[in-house]
Every structure is written in C-alpha cells, then in structure tokens.
C-alpha cells in the first residue's frame, strides 16, 4: 500500500538555522505529493505541493523537490523563524480513480525554533 | 469563506456517554474526511465521504464509532458508547474535486476528553 515516511523529531533549531525534513514514499501509480504544518492549537494547512517529477513547490520560504528516482520529497528551509514552530507532514495522493481523493499521511516532525 | 466549521471545540464526557461531532464543510466543497489525531498514532483517516456517500470506512476503529452526511453542507461523527481511549482531537477537512488548489482544508478540531 502507500506509504509515507518522515524523520522524526522534535527538531531543535536556532532562529536563522537551517532547516531539512527528510521524506521518502512508497506509493503505486504516479502521486501527487505535499507538505502540511499543523500550529499549536489549529488544524492542518496545506504549505506547499509538487504533482509531476523535478517539480519544486515554494511558499513562505520552505521548499521540496519531487525525486521520483529517490521516491523522496525533502522540506528546507534556509532560515528559519520562531514562528516556523509547528508540526510539519508529509503527504501523497495518488491521482487515480475514488481513492485519489484520499491522503497518505506521514508521521509528523515537530519542529522547535529557540530565539 | 468561514472555512470549515466544527463544533465544539471541546469536549469532556464520561465513559460510556453518547458524544457528537459535527461539521459544516467549506460550500462547494463535495469531499469531506474525519480524521483522530493522538501523540501515539499520529494522524488517522477515520472516513471520507463523496458527494454525501461514504467511500472509504476502512478507518474506523469499531462500531462504537458512526458517521454520517446528510447533505452537502453537514456531517457528523458520533461514538456511542465513549471510552477513555477515544480521547483525541478530532479534524474534519473538506476538499473540491478537480480543482485547481487541490488541497483538503482542515477545520480547527474537536478536543475529546473522555473521562
């Protein structure tokens, strides 16, 4: 089945560190693939999304590459923030029939940014 | 757009209580998914429902739990009877099919204490 795999944490930072969550999937068919925060006491957010290999998605400075060679979609950041604190997933969708409409979520990566 | 309404914010109940969740999704939106998060497992798909039929009810973890879409602007989630280890934030998300987004838009969650 799919599957989505992400390192775990916390993860510890200082503010203007540099910031990488690994992510690697499994999935059958050709997914579309995203990485949601989740802020302390709110629901989840979409951050940023790829849907085709090499396809780099970007926004609020964090971005991942889709490697369909490496089945991997990495979050960085290259300074990071107080309020970057948060839980970060990673998550697949596999395009076709109903169960496209479904996402495979990964563990979550609490991240932690210190002044 | 109000975005994804879920009521109440939070919950405490006794075992073996009758508890209710609801969910108003975001108009036009025709997918709707419950999801539990806990610290021990993470981030759980319960169902997901398309344009009012239930799709996937793979997720849930007994019969205790049932939910239902009488139409496409209200769902609801109910566990009868509560016990303590259905103590969770519960997330309803909603998602327009084939759109250009192509995001689940999460609600605020529901915080079950059952005592």
């Known amino acids: 089945g799919d599957s989505v795999t992400q390192m775990e944490g916390p993860v510890t930072l200082s503010e203007e560190a540099f910031l990488t969550i690994n992510c690697t999937y499994t999935?059958?068919?050709?997914?579309?693939l995203f990485w949601y925060v989740q802020y302390p006491g709110e629901g989840l957010q979409l951050l940023l999304k790829?849907?085709?290999?090499?396809d780099k998605g970007s926004n609020k400075g964090f971005e991942a590459t889709y490697r369909k060679e490496t089945t991997s979609f990495h979050l960085e950041k290259g300074s990071v923030q107080v309020s970057d604190s948060a839980v970060y997933f990673c998550?697949?969708?596999?395009?076709?029939?109903?169960?496209?409409?479904?996402?495979?979520f990964g563990g979550g990566t609490r991240v932690l940014v210190k002044p | 757009d109000a975005g994804v309404i879920q009521s109440p914010r939070h919950e405490v109940t006794e075992m073996g209580q009758e508890v209710t969740l609801r969910c108003k999704p975001i108009?036009?939106?025709?997918?709707l998914f419950w999801y539990r998060q806990t610290m021990m497992r993470g981030l759980e798909l319960l169902i997901y429902?398309?344009?009012?039929?239930?799709?996937?009810d793979s997720g849930m973890p007994e019969d205790r739990f049932s939910a239902k879409m009488p139409n496409a602007s209200f769902s609801t989630l109910k566990i009868q009877p509560s016990e303590p280890r259905d103590s969770a934030v519960y997330f309803c998300?909603?998602?327009?099919?084939?759109?250009?987004?192509?995001?689940?838009?999460f609600g605020p969650g529901t915080r079950l204490t059952v005592l």
């Open positions: 999935a059958t068919g050709y997914p579309s």
């Open positions: 790829a849907t085709k290999a090499d």
């Open positions: 108009s036009g939106h025709n997918s």
């Open positions: 429902f398309n344009n009012n039929v239930p799709i996937d």
């Open positions: 998300a909603s998602r327009e099919d084939y759109a250009s987004t192509d995001t689940q838009y």
């Open positions: 998550a697949l969708r596999v395009r076709e029939g109903a169960a496209g409409n479904k996402l495979t």
